[in-house]
């Protein structure tokens, strides 16, 4: 399974971006999928997650409120909608999936299959 995140560039403070994940060679939609950003300097660090039905989502507490994270199975597609963008929201932002836990993990480590990222600046 190889994994394509799209959709980040260039934005100022309080904009938004919606990031797409498309999933090919193979089927992801039954995995757990999760967003990871990382900024220069810093660790990767779990931004969303969702489960493979989407009965769980789960956010980290510097983005709750303003990031909505969806997926649609038919197409296979993760989503990352990205409303009120701070500077400090800027780094690269990963898609990823997991066959291993379908309830969707918080560890970068239990995840099977990485997209490339996708660089998002948030900046005046």
């Known amino acids: 399974v190889q994994l394509q995140a799209s959709g980040g560039g260039l934005v100022q403070p309080g904009g938004s971006l919606r990031l797409s994940c498309a999933a090919s060679?193979?089927?992801?939609?039954?995995?757990?999928k999760g967003w990871f950003r990382q900024a220069p300097g810093k660790e990767r660090e779990l931004v969303a997650r969702?489960?493979?039905?989407?009965?769980?989502?789960g956010y980290a507490d510097s983005v709750k409120g303003r990031f909505t994270i969806s997926r649609d199975n038919a197409k296979d597609m993760v989503y990352l909608q990205m409303n009120s963008l701070k500077p400090e929201d800027t780094g690269v932002y990963y898609c990823?999936?997991?066959?291993?836990?379908?309830?969707?993990?918080?560890?970068?480590?239990?995840?099977?299959?990485w997209g490339r990222g996708t660089l998002v600046t948030v900046s005046s």
């Open positions: 990823a999936a997991s066959w291993r836990y379908g309830g969707a993990s918080a560890q970068p480590g239990d995840y099977d299959y």
């Open positions: 060679g193979g089927t992801a939609s039954t995995f757990g």
């Open positions: 969702i489960s493979q039905s989407a009965e769980y989502l």
